[in-house]
């Protein structure tokens, strides 16, 4: 199979010239092991059945042997054998090289396992699924980074390729790189109800070695595709649960959600609270999210039919699609995402901030219907950020350089008052 480009891969090489080793984490699945290998030099795979006894006495007694190979050398699931990272630091230490290792984990770091933190000399890169314009459905020709640096540039009339059918198909479908290998576009849907069901089956009880119930982790994972894109309290999340299954303690809730995310099946976001003089409250708490909208779909047992006649339900998934893709174009760019909300129901969907400093509200709207709520949204929003500056003594807080509303339609306009309408289908980092 062909190896499909990603926005990865840019990242990856940045950081093998400035790091002595590099760890790609992500949810398992979503093609670190394939990015890695393009331009490893040597691949020692930690989870071979094969030898894993051997790996497993050798990280033991000498686990520098492990590291024995040419330059960059891959090592694919290193996280079964914690003190390899100790022996990579070390190596890395001693020769003071970079570029040497590249160490994969389908899950995230925990500092506690290790003797050093690696500070300096091992760089912890995130890895996401596959976006649209990476599986080709989005055509790319609007991209982010030249609107913000040309925010005024003219959009008008660029069409996507993709119907919203395809937008649906596209979301139950996912953004994992095995559906490539699958034979029929049904095929295709059953790679995201394999990844749902081998979480609550296998890998949250072989993250640490704790026995979970599989049935406790697909309620969780159900009631949070029910709530998704949403603000809904933890405290509702378990009352949902124990409508499935009898009882549930609010401890128990923590352990298996902080093992969902720490898998990187769930991808909260958190509100984004600026110094901006406004009479009402300011939302901060998580907005419920998943690393791909797909799972969500199978822990509900959904399919592109479910969504025939129910538009507005599928714009919740619509919401985790725009999120995910702006994830995935923005890695490497050291980006910070989050939302706005506050009690009086003005919002934003998504703030995407660049570490220089400017910054993006974005609007996620799947119909035509629902764009002149999301603009008028992004209007409101800027002109409270006009309104406290004129008060604020201090240092102003930066007006917003875009106001976009990310649709399902298929044509990008600007609007009189300056928001951008752009298909997801268009855009490209």
């Not at 026995?211 to 994972?221: F, G, H, N, T």
């Amino acid at each position: 199979m062909e190896y499909r480009k990603r926005k990865a891969d840019k990242q990856l090489l940045e950081n093998l010239d400035a790091f002595g080793a590099v760890v790609i984490e992500g949810p398992k699945g979503c093609g670190k092991t394939t990015t890695a290998e393009q331009v490893a030099a040597s691949v020692i795979k930690l989870q071979d059945p094969d030898n894993y006894e051997a790996y497993k006495a050798t990280a033991e007694s000498r686990p520098s042997m492990l590291l024995k190979g040419d330059y960059p050398r891959l090592i694919d699931e290193w996280q079964d054998f914690p003190v390899v990272w100790d022996a990579v630091r070390n190596d890395v230490d001693k020769s003071g090289e970079v570029g040497q290792f590249i160490l994969t984990s389908s899950k995230a770091f925990d500092p506690d396992k290790v003797k050093h933190s690696g500070s300096n000399r091992i760089e912890v890169m995130k890895m996401f699924t596959m976006s649209l314009y990476e599986t080709g459905e989005s055509n790319g020709k609007i991209s982010f980074a030249e609107l913000f640096a040309n925010p005024s540039q003219n959009i008008d009339g660029i069409k996507s390729d993709t119907t919203v059918e395809g937008l649906i198909y596209a979301v139950c479908r996912g953004g994992w790189p095995a559906t490539y290998k699958c034979r029929t576009d049904k095929a295709r849907l059953k790679i995201a109800y394999n990844a749902f069901n081998s979480t609550c089956d296998r890998d949250i009880s072989q993250f640490d070695g704790v026995k979970r119930k599989p049935e406790i982790a697909k309620a969780i994972l159900r009631s949070y595709a029910r709530n998704i894109s949403s603000l809904v309290k933890k405290s509702t999340m378990i009352e949902d649960v124990k409508g499935m299954l009898g009882s549930m303690s609010e401890p128990t809730f923590d352990d298996y959600a902080d093992v969902l995310h720490k898998l990187y099946v769930l991808d909260d976001i958190y509100g984004w609270c600026p110094a901006i003089r406004s009479a009402s409250g300011m939302r901060s708490g998580p907005k419920r999210e998943f690393v791909d909208p797909s799972i969500a779909i199978a822990a509900l047992g959904l399919s592109p039919e479910s969504f025939q006649y129910d538009l507005k339900t599928f714009g919740f998934f619509f919401e985790n699609l725009c999120l995910r893709d702006l994830r995935a174009y923005t890695q490497g760019e050291d980006a910070n995402i989050s939302y706005y909300h506050d009690r009086n129901g003005l919002e934003a969907d998504i703030v995407l901030h660049l570490k220089d400093g400017r910054y993006a509200l974005i609007e996620c709207k799947l119909g035509s219907s629902e764009i002149e709520d999301g603009a008028k949204h992004l209007i409101q929003l800027r002109n409270l950020i006009r309104e406290s500056n004129k008060e604020e003594k201090q240092v102003p807080l930066r007006e917003p350089d875009l106001l976009l509303v990310l649709t399902g339609g298929n044509l990008a306009y600007t609007r009189e008052d300056g928001v951008k309408v752009i298909p997801l289908a268009c855009l490209k980092w």
